[in-house]
């Protein structure tokens, strides 16, 4: 069976395209191949969507390989880059590869590109996952410190969406709590990057409320399961969606807090980018879910027994005040009733 293989194609012939997927199509895979020719063009595929590889021809004129490595540097993503060229060239190729791309094939020797491929495909998972766990482990450890310092989930709440914000390069987050009174879902707490203005989607959010099985955090709710949506503004249950697109916002996922097989609350994160999460972020949310929850009941088991310690001090203290009035009426010959 064919791997299926988001490809992007930096070149200004569309006939150029053709070679490079009937190779690939040739070593087992199935590329979905876009292209794009000039700066503006590369970095909106970049945001619009992932993409597993970037392959760049070397000779063009204006916007070649060069550029198109510094576009995707620029955007964080670490995506195997390999530049196509029609004319040998040592010397470039050192140079290309020092500066961070991670092959060079020769036109007239394509047969290296689907090994090139894979084995830079493989590559970039090795990364990608030693990356992953190292992100884990921090979010999970900064979640535990904030919680530690924290008296309320209302004061802890922006610094753990923006602790977990990491994991997945996600623009937006939530935290929903459960108002048993009404029964609705009501925002606790929105998140948003560094430079990043949500606008009318932030006024919105803080001011609505779900009922189960509505939007992304009552769906979550009414479930009981994580749950995610490729693309917030296409999807017919997704009550905000227009105003989501206003401020680009596209793949969205939740999770729900539970607490004794009920769920008290909901996480939700949003990106630029649709598609599905993988599923080491939703193995990371599950965890740190765990540690609010936790954190949940333990504010819970404290304010009841401080209500509990009020109760019994009134008691005692009206117990007090009992004795000494009888004490009183003794003193002066007069027994209580």
């Known amino acids: 069976m064919s791997k299926p293989l988001?490809?992007?194609?930096?070149?200004?012939?569309e006939t150029e395209v053709a070679p490079l997927v009937r190779e690939l199509r040739q070593h087992g895979y199935e590329p979905d191949a876009v292209r794009v020719d000039g700066v503006g063009a590369l970095r909106s595929a970049?945001?619009?969507?992932?993409?597993d590889v970037?392959?760049?021809e070397h000779g063009l004129s204006g916007f070649g390989s060069q550029e198109a490595l510094r576009v995707l540097q620029e955007s964080g993503l670490d995506l195997p880059f390999?530049?196509?060229?029609?004319?040998a060239g040592e010397e470039a190729a050192v140079t290309a590869m020092k500066a961070g791309a991670h092959d060079y094939?020769?036109?007239?020797?394509?047969?290296?590109?689907g090994p090139a491929v894979e084995r830079e495909l493989q590559e970039a998972s090795v990364r990608g996952q030693r990356r992953e766990a190292e992100q884990s482990l921090a979010a999970q450890h900064g979640v535990t410190r904030i919680l530690a310092e924290a008296n309320t989930l209302e004061e802890a709440g922006a610094r753990i969406l923006q602790a977990l914000a990491k994991n997945g390069e996600?623009?937006?987050g939530e935290i929903w709590v459960v108002d048993r009174q009404r029964n609705v879902l009501r925002c606790l707490e929105i998140w948003h990057a560094v430079g990043r203005s949500l606008g009318e989607f932030e006024t919105r959010t803080r001011a609505m409320t779900f009922a189960r099985g509505v939007g992304l955090p009552g769906r979550v709710w009414a479930s009981g399961?994580?749950?995610?949506?490729?693309?917030v503004t296409q999807d017919a249950n997704f009550p905000r969606g227009p105003l989501a697109a206003q401020v680009g916002l596209r793949g969205g996922t939740g999770l729900p807090l539970v607490v004794g097989g009920e769920v008290i609350g909901v996480i939700a994160f949003f990106r630029r980018t649709p598609g599905r999460p993988d599923e080491n972020l939703l193995s990371v949310l599950n965890a740190v879910g765990g540690q609010i929850s936790q954190f949940l009941v333990r504010q819970e088991t404290e304010a009841a027994l401080r209500q509990s310690e009020?109760?019994?001090?009134?008691l005692f203290e009206n117990m007090l005040n009992g004795f000494a009035f009888c004490r009183m009426l003794f003193e002066q010959g007069r027994p209580p009733d």
């Open 46 to 51: 970049l945001q619009r969507q992932t993409w």
């Open 6 to 13: 988001r490809l992007l194609v930096v070149e200004d012939s």
């Open 105 to 113: 094939v020769l036109k007239d020797r394509l047969t290296r590109l």
């Open 82 to 87: 390999i530049i196509v060229s029609a004319t």
């Open 310 to 314: 009020q109760q019994y001090r009134h």
């Open 54 to 56: 970037v392959i760049a």
């Open 225 to 231: 399961q994580p749950a995610w949506i490729a693309d």
């Open 170 to 172: 996600w623009e937006a």
